[in-house]
């Protein structure tokens, strides 16, 4: 057993102290306010008080911390992207997720189990060697196997998928690997908040006023708030953020789902993904598999659930494993992901000085929390975006400089 | 031991049917109606369970699947819910989640290590040094989990059925059964489910006795009832958008659409939190109840009820008609109860204490049951024991009667906004959706007379929603005492006082959760975990909800829920999943393909031909492509084409509207041609093409790609429903079979059975004709997609098979041979054609692809131009070559998505590539820079064993033919 634990054991009390202050009313006025307390958001914070020293910020949450897509998504940490960058930001997250438990000072269980990305095409098999051919060159460690070497890392898997679309390969993506959502959101919240960070829960941003195209203040459910830094980190209620400052983006948001079974003991130690059969699944420490499927067909703002695609995700699922048929499924929810045309954020500045975005995450925002947030405390700080984001500009819509991560998404969207 | 009770009119047991099973190496009796739980109980077997975190031994709580304490394997099957599943004959049952039996559980030091592992401990230890996390992270993964899946475990696939309705109605107790009495004598149809084995609520149990005859007259004139139809065993998993509702039975799921819902589902009897609250024989007073009507079980021999409603009053007249020695009734209330059964109690001899509470349950030796209950007097404001005067009494059970919670999942997933009633000290629907309403315990009423006007009420409500005219019916507000207590909560310095019995979460680790931040509900919920394991918090998270609003000192109703989310129950993969159909289409000539060898590959839902490998042929499948590829090249060649999409486009504007939607023109285009159709997205990248035939001056025959038909068919019915012009659509790709016939002995063959006169000058590439073939109506096109001399033929799908098969037979002594998908690419590749979607991606534009001339620009619109205006502007990122490989090349062949390797850095990469038997070459597309756009430049592959390998840009392929 670890020492800590045995420290908290003595003591008859925690003697942890809160991870964050009781913010309750915020000042008049913030060197930067940032929408949104999901893990970019927090993430960015931590960042703009540990890499810049601007600690007079205030993070606005609506409803909890990480309660948004932070606590939605499938936590699936991966960096097999498709152009090469893509590749090189995802990298960079990774990188930065494996230190993190430490330098946060939480267990955020990041757990590194290899990641298979099923092809039971032809044309899935090109896609993949695409991918692993970036990735290599750009040294991210993925290749493309075949079915052999994903029976030895699962051999409960239906190579032939029910004999309804026989896996024939895969792109293995060794740094492919899980983390404890809630703990990314709580452990920079509590980061910030250790360098001065003001996060406040239940607070609702109502409106944003710009001034001469510059931002000067925004208007809270809680009081309002001068600055001349606003940063929108608010995924699927991104529309909503930038229609208060009458900016135009191409993002659309589809509901995307998913669920998990009942905890069961330990089995599956990899992350697999199948594109056809839309499904990924992982099985999370407590020993529930933490199950997703492709975007919902349609455009809506609403983190409802819906019956359809459990049935099609849980129909996929005994393809691939058809032993699960008693096993059950405790819980469905959803999420709203914030889509742009090339699959890719955006992410910087916009026409608007003083109002950055990150935005258009998708259905992959939880991967890029840590490189987000340090990129985006960059590009408010020095007021100029470093060049690993340059390429997810919002201006790229307008010049065609789009940057194709389609073929990279988890699963077909 | 037997604890079973002599006969009781309420019971649900078939004593004739009798029956022996096994339970962790010990056999057991059991009667038909019996539960494994129930039935291990009326053997004397206490320990069902350990728990999930410290594995402490656990027996019944709520008997009504509210808890998970009791979680079983029969080795194929796991975590078997023991309280409601029916036992059978010969079961072999074990616990989940134990090493070396349910009674010496190995792990059962961890409950002695318990304040090593507090709350949220995961997350403050284990990570540094970083290298040692997966020693153990494995340690953790182990000892989370409950059951162990059986790999060999068969899948069965649920059939699916729908059902319709007026009225569903959700909860057969008293409330439920009347609503649906009062909306069947209306004329409406009903639909009432509950997941007991038999109907009639809270009446099964409590009030058993002396509601019984009230009961069996409701149950019966439901029964007689044609509008009614009432399924038991069966549950409610959600509810979904438009009153869509799975019911959910052993034998598969039933999707009922219904007009309107009422959801009758009761409350969940929620446990005092005491130290030892979890011991086997600390139950519920409602699963004491379960256990003496429905099952005839005595649930303890001695033991007390701690109570702060009046349910626990009558719990203990109960059990002691059940011959259960009651020691005594202690009331959390400071004023105890006012109820005549206190008299009732006193003339059994049954001791009240009131204002007291249970302070602790002493366990017996190895902590497997209860030895002694500790009770004191307990300030309920407070919420303090006074442990000066302990009474200890020597018992084996307790019987508790907190309060209840809601059993309203459903009625918040249908977006119900509900509201704290402090009176009733519940929370109660404040405005229900539209369609949805609820009655009896779930809506706040429970006396008994009440839940049935309830009922009629919500009826007679749902029934003026659906349009008819029924007189309201009043009933009465809860008067009297709360059937809840505010706060049935007694702290202990050594807790263990469970709160949430799935997760072993105790008092002080709310406390402490709150004391780290995780003051909010949401946030507390996700560090402890309350209402997160398989219960989902039925019977936790109301005291979950209190235990906050006590911490923060604020009104429950500040601290609001969680938010409910199906499934109701855990739900079975097979069952969501349903017989798992995988819909294929096939062509009209797919059983001529089978029969000769076609190996048959998915292209969509299509199935096609990759190859044919015939019976007795010893070709690879390649050297087969090659052997076709070669019959095209120098005989004739055909294929099943009838996948690509095909849509009939008619209409005054349909030119126009072809204008609109294609980068081309067709305005102006004669009858009799046809013309490339290429379609882009609005970001101006290309997405499919096609051939656009004009039959007549207003009817377009239009194909599209195989994979994007179904796309493309969306795509145009939109921007014909957009642009107001004058235009139909018809979908014929089903209806229409097709094939191409290629190679230079091709109009031969055809001319067999058409009077077309095929010579490229009369008919040349580009032509179009409705004519006959095989005295079938058709439309013949020449076409040069994968050779010069090429004509695709389109017919009625019926008669696919029939010209398919005459084709073949005439086409013999040609040489002609039937080829697949991969001979059809190769012969592209040869005639240096690119395939959108293969050779090109999702952000490729038609300057890339050289497709210029099917552009034009000068239209006033087309999907995809203004953004092609733009485009244009701008240099050239990259540009789509044909290449050849040097014919003395060495090492590994490229493959298609190996990258060009410029400077060291990705140039572009291969789109095709493949061995032309034909050319004796290798050649393919790439995406290359643009400055290599011109034959003769040179570029460089890296194949997979990164090597690079040289290539040569050419204009086409057909010139290495004339060259050589």
């Known amino acids: 057993m670890p020492l800590r634990l045995l420290k908290y054991a003595i003591s008859r009390e925690h003697p942890a102290p809160r991870f964050f202050r009781d913010c309750v009313e915020p000042k008049k006025t913030y060197d930067v306010v940032i929408i949104g307390g999901g893990g970019h958001g927090l993430a960015a914070a931590y960042y703009l008080a540990k890499d810049y020293g601007i600690t007079n910020v205030a993070v606005l949450e609506k409803g909890y911390i990480g309660g948004g897509n932070t606590g939605r998504n499938t936590t699936i940490i991966r960096s097999n992207y498709l152009t090469p960058e893509g590749v090189k930001f995802y990298d960079a997250s990774v990188k930065i997720y494996e230190g993190l438990s430490e330098e946060l000072d939480l267990n955020l269980f990041y757990s590194n189990r290899g990641h298979f990305t ?296 | ?73 029969d080795g194929l099957d796991t975590n078997i819910r023991a309280d409601v599943l029916p036992v059978q004959a010969d079961m072999t049952l074990t616990a989940v989640n134990t090493t070396g039996g349910v009674l010496k559980d190995r792990s059962q030091f961890i409950d002695k290590i318990s304040p090593l592992l507090p709350v949220g401990f995961y997350y403050k230890a284990f990570h540094t040094p970083r290298r040692f996390f997966p020693f153990w992270e494995d340690k953790i993964r182990k000892a989370a989990g409950l059951g162990e899946v059986n790999f060999n475990y068969p899948r069965i696939p649920k059939p699916k059925q729908h059902a319709h309705c007026d009225v569903l109605i959700i909860g057969a107790g008293i409330s439920g059964l009347s609503a649906a009495l009062s909306v069947a004598e209306q004329g409406l149809s009903v639909i009432i489910v509950d997941e007991n084995a038999k109907a009639g609520g809270s009446l099964t149990y409590d009030m058993a006795d002396q509601a019984s005859s009230q009961l069996a007259e409701l149950l019966n004139a439901i029964e007689q009832h044609d509008n009614i139809r009432l399924i038991t065993n069966a549950y409610a998993a959600g509810y979904y958008a438009d009153h869509l509702v799975p019911i959910v039975e052993t034998s598969g799921i039933t999707k009922v659409r219904a007009k309107a819902l009422i959801v009758a589902s009761g409350a969940f009897e929620q446990p005092p939190v005491f130290r030892n609250n979890d011991l086997p024989g600390v139950m519920m007073g409602s699963a004491a109840q379960r256990l003496i009507y429905r099952y005839a079980v005595k649930p303890f021999e001695k033991g007390v009820v701690v109570t702060a409603n009046d349910y626990g009053y009558r719990t203990a007249l109960d059990l002691v008609s059940a011959g259960v020695d009651v020691l005594a009734v202690i009331d959390m209330r400071r004023e105890g109860s006012r109820s005549p059964l206190i008299d009732e109690l006193k003339d059994k001899q049954v001791a009240v204490h009131k204002a007291s509470c249970v302070y602790e349950v002493i366990a017996s030796k190895h902590k497997l049951g209860v030895s002694e209950v500790v009770i004191c007097a307990y300030d309920e404001l407070m919420a303090e024991a006074d442990t000066k005067n302990k009474i200890r009494l020597k018992c084996d059970g307790v019987a508790m009667s907190a309060g209840w919670a809601p059993a309203a999942a459903l009625l918040y997933q ?145 601290i609001g829920t969680t938010t409910a989310r199906p499934f109701f129950h855990p739900t079975p993969i097979g069952h969501l999943g349903g017989r798992g159909f995988h819909p294929h289409r096939y062509t009209a000539m797919h059983e001529w393909h089978i029969e000769n060898g076609g190996q048959m590959t998915a292209a969509g839902l299509w199935m096609r031909p990759a190859c044919y490998l015939p019976e007795g042929c010893h070709l690879t499948a390649q050297q087969a492509t090659h052997q076709e590829a070669m019959a095209v ?55 499919d093409d096609g051939l656009a035939c004009r039959l007549e001056e207003d009817r377009f025959y239009l194909t599209t790609s195989t994979t994007n038909s179904a796309m493309v068919y969306r795509q145009l019915q939109r921007e014909a429903q957009l642009c107001g012009l004058s235009v139909s659509l018809a979908n014929l790709t089903g209806a229409k079979a097709a094939m191409t016939i290629a190679g230079p002995a091709a109009a031969e063959i055809i001319s067999q059975f058409s009077s077309v006169d095929l010579a490229a000058t009369a008919f040349p590439t580009g032509s179009v004709v409705e004519t006959q073939i095989a005295d079938i109506e058709c439309l013949l096109l020449r076409v040069a997609f994968v050779a010069e001399q090429a004509f695709e033929i389109h017919l009625p799908a019926a008669a696919g098979l029939s010209v398919w098969s005459q084709l073949m037979q005439a086409g013999q002594p040609f040489g002609l041979q039937a080829y697949g998908t991969d001979a059809q690419r190769l012969l592209r590749l040869e005639m240096g054609h690119h395939l959108i979607g293969h050779d090109t991606d999702g952000l490729t534009n038609p300057f890339e692809a050289h497709a210029e001339p099917l552009i034009a620009m000068d239209k006033t619109f087309f999907t995809g131009q203004r953004s092609l205006q733009i485009i244009a502007k701008k240099p050239l990122n990259k540009t789509l070559v044909n290449f050849v490989l040097d014919s003395n090349c060495v090492g590994e062949l490229p493959n298609e998505c190996n990258l060009v390797i410029d400077n060291g850095d990705i140039a572009g990469r291969i789109t095709s590539i493949a061995f032309s038997p034909y050319l004796q070459r290798v050649i393919g597309i790439a995406f290359v820079p643009p400055e290599k756009h011109l034959p003769g430049s040179r570029f460089d592959i890296r194949n997979d064993a990164g090597d690079l390998i040289a290539a040569t840009v050419i204009q086409s392929p057909t010139e290495l033919a004339k060259s050589a």
Request: net charge neutral; charged share 20%.
């Open chain 1, 118 to 413: 099923l092809a039971h095409t032809e044309s899935a098999m090109r896609t993949m060697r695409w991918r692993a051919e970036v990735n290599k060159h750009v040294g991210v460690e993925s290749y493309v196997v075949g079915p052999d070497e994903i029976s030895k890392a699962c051999p409960q898997l239906d190579i032939s998928c029910s004999g309804q679309a026989p896996i024939i390969g895969a792109l293995y993506h060794a740094p492919g690997s899980v983390a404890r959502h809630d703990g990314v959101a709580w452990g920079y919240a509590r980061g910030a908040d250790q360098f001065g960070v003001e996060i406040f829960q239940n607070t609702e941003v109502t409106r944003i006023d710009v001034k001469g195209g510059k931002v000067c203040g925004v208007q809270t459910n809680n009081g309002y708030i001068s600055t001349n830094k606003v940063l929108s980190a608010v995924a699927g209620f991104t529309p909503r953020i930038t229609q208060m400052v009458d900016l135009q983006t191409p993002i659309v948001i589809h509901p995307l789902q998913a669920c998990v079974t009942e905890p069961m003991k330990p089995w599956l130690d990899t992350i697999l993904v199948s594109g056809s059969l839309h499904v990924y699944v992982s099985q999370s420490s407590r020993g529930e598999l933490v199950m997703g499927s492709s975007l919902d067909p349609y455009e809506m703002h609403s983190t409802r659930s819906s019956l359809d695609f459990v049935e099609g995700l849980t129909s996929h699922i005994t393809d691939m494993f058809p032993f699960l048929s008693n096993v059950k499924v405790v819980r469905q929810w959803a999420g709203m992901a914030d889509l742009t045309p090339d699959f890719a954020p955006i992410m910087g500045k916009t026409p608007i000085e003083g109002f950055y975005l990150d935005a258009g995450w998708g259905t992959w925002g939880f991967k890029a929390t840590p490189i987000s947030g340090k990129t985006m405390a960059e590009t408010i700080a020095r007021d100029m975006a470093p060049d690993l984001i340059k390429s997810f500009r919002l201006s790229r819509f307008e010049d065609y400089e789009l940057t194709g991560e389609k073929g990279a998404a988890s699963v077909g969207h």
């Open chain 2, 1 to 73: 031991m037997s604890s079973r009770l002599i006969n009781q009119p309420t019971e649900w047991i078939d004593r004739d049917k009798p029956f022996s099973f096994t339970y962790e190496g010990q056999k057991v009796t059991a009667f038909e109606g019996d539960t494994i739980s129930s039935a291990l109980w009326a053997n004397g077997i206490r320990v069902l369970g350990r728990s999930f975190k410290y594995h402490r031994a656990r027996g019944i709580l709520t008997l009504a699947n509210h808890d998970v304490n009791a979680l079983m394997t």
């Open chain 2, 414 to 558: 249908a977006g119900t906004k509900m509201r704290f009633d402090s009176g009733l000290q519940q929370f109660v629907p404040a405005e229900l959706p539209e369609g949805v309403f609820a009655a009896g315990k779930v809506n706040g009423v429970f006396e008994l007379s009440q839940r049935a006007l309830d009922g009629q009420r919500a009826a007679a409500e749902a029934m003026n929603y659906l349009g008819k005219s029924v007189a309201t019916v009043e009933v009465k507000q809860h008067q009297g005492t709360s059937p809840s207590h505010a706060y049935p909560v007694v702290n202990h310095p050594k807790g263990k006082n469970f709160v949430d019995f799935d997760e072993d979460i105790q008092v002080k680790d709310f406390i402490n959760a709150a004391k780290e931040g995780f003051d909010n509900i949401e946030l507390m919920k996700r560090f402890t975990t309350v209402g997160m394991g398989p219960s989902q918090g039925k019977h936790s998270n109301m005291n979950a909800i209190r235990i906050l609003a006590r911490i923060r000192d604020l009104p429950v109703e500040k």
């Open chain 2, 633 to 687: 090249r120098t005989k004739a060649g055909i294929i099943d084409n009838s996948t690509l999409g095909k849509i009939e486009v008619y209409g005054p504007d349909a030119a126009a509207f072809l204008e609109r939607v294609y980068t081309g023109k067709f305005v102006r285009q004669k009858v009799g041609q046809y013309r490339i159709a290429m379609l882009l997205d609005e970001a101006g990248v290309m997405v």
